[in-house]
């Protein structure tokens, strides 16, 4: 009895001290991640980018103490020893750590709650993008304007690109709605009415403007519809999601500028097939990423010179620069996570996930962690069937997560 006791205090104690160190890890790694996407990061003596580094150190030193912490049965113990090495190989190769963090998050997220993770997020976003705003009007940092293919003038308001200040603003309101459990309600829609005017009038943002129209639809669907139709849409996004990564895979290998399908889909999405295209030219797909630090990847495309890499096909860019084969595992991982949430009681806690599946073709920050913190999802679901295989309880009617 004495030893049962004994067990049942370690394992609340370790389980209290893990989420807690958790939740540091994430608040460190994603406002230092956000941070990077500000023209504060223009401001040498802030050091922005050594403590975005250092920041990376931080976070994923944490979360291998989470794993130490915490027990594991053998098959799930060599699962994370395996992920853990064709990370570390890929990071070893191209220098790129987002994805071996993003695989520590989520093996190390037993017991974290999708709420708390979202208001975290939430207001980190808030304190970030309202300080960069303020701090672009006032003139202390840089608030870039470029014309559209229209001659409009897309403002940044302080953050790196136009696009980026609308990445961030969708991830506000994805946030939000994880942080209210997905509800529809007449305030709620006021939240998103902002952030649609912020991409659209403000970023002129195209494709995150309509990505959070398909959102605002999807929550409405899943709101208001009995649940065998929300498990069809949510199996529908989830071959969405396999669709859009091999023809992404498609576009970026057989792109041809004087096909009049390829070019309208690349006019239409600002030249996004180009440039995948192009780098894939020059550096090819390894097995486990490349490293662009090492080579020029400026690129000239209808008069602007882009001095960093710019993939905004979140399928593409990991490819290239994680490598195929941490790649396909993560896509996969991503794909049955999906098809298999669709049983799920509790959807918004996948919510994340989903819309970021289909805002991936066109927004290559949408498997970043930071923003797509929901892929603590896919660890949630592998322990649920594994209970449901065992016969311990139903497929996801745990609440552990919420």
Excluded at 109 to 118: A, D, E, F, V, W
Excluded at 184 to 212: E, Q, V
Excluded at 362 to 380: A, D, H, P, R, V
Aim: aromatic share 20%; glycine share 4%; net charge positive.
């Amino acid at each position: 009895m004495d030893i049962l006791i004994r067990n049942h205090l370690y394992k609340s104690i370790t389980s209290s001290s893990s989420s807690n160190i958790f939740y540091v890890a994430f608040f460190i790694y994603s406002f230092s991640s956000v941070l990077q996407l500000t023209n504060f990061v223009n401001l040498s003596y802030l050091h922005l980018d050594f403590i975005y580094q250092v920041a990376r150190i931080v976070a994923a030193l944490l979360l291998i103490f989470i794993l130490f912490l915490r027990r594991y049965p053998y098959d799930e113990f060599f699962l994370i020893v395996a992920l853990g090495v064709v990370c570390l190989i890929s990071v070893i190769q191209s220098g790129y750590w987002d994805l071996m963090i993003s695989f520590l998050f989520i093996f190390s997220s037993n017991g974290i709650k999708i709420s708390r993770l979202s208001k975290i997020a939430f207001f980190e976003y808030l304190f970030i993008f309202i300080g960069t705003a303020v701090a672009s009007k006032i003139g202390f940092i840089q608030d870039i304007k470029n014309p559209d293919a229209k001659g409009q003038i897309k403002e940044s308001l302080g953050f790196t690109h136009p696009n980026t200040l609308a990445a961030v603003a969708f991830a506000l309101c994805c946030s939000y709605a994880i942080m209210n459990m997905g509800r529809m309600l007449k305030k709620d829609l006021i939240i998103y009415a902002i952030g649609f005017y912020i991409c659209w009038s403000i970023a002129k943002s195209r494709t995150s403007a309509l990505t959070l129209i398909i959102f605002v639809i999807f929550m409405y669907v899943c709101n208001n519809s009995q649940k065998i139709l929300r498990m069809h849409v949510i199996k529908l996004i989830a071959f969405i999601f396999l669709f859009l990564v091999f023809f992404s895979i498609i576009c970026m290998i057989f792109f041809d500028p004087n096909s009049l399908f390829f070019k309208c889909i690349n006019d239409a999405l600002s030249g996004r097939l180009e440039f995948s295209h192009h780098y894939y030219e020059l550096y090819g797909i390894h097995p486990f990423g490349f490293n662009f630090d090492n080579v020029d990847v400026s690129y000239v495309y209808l008069g602007a010179n882009y001095k960093k890499l710019v993939i905004d096909n979140a399928f593409c860019f990991l490819l290239l620069q994680a490598g195929w084969i941490p790649s396909l595992i993560f896509f996969y991982l991503y794909f049955m996570t999906l098809l298999k949430s669709s049983k799920c009681k509790d959807s918004y806690i996948f919510l994340g996930m989903m819309i970021y599946a289909i805002a991936s073709y066109t927004e290559g920050y949408s498997l970043w962690f930071s923003f797509n913190y929901s892929m603590i999802g896919m660890y949630y679901l592998y322990k649920q069937n594994r209970k449901f295989q065992i016969g311990q309880q139903d497929l996801c009617t745990s609440s552990s997560v919420i």
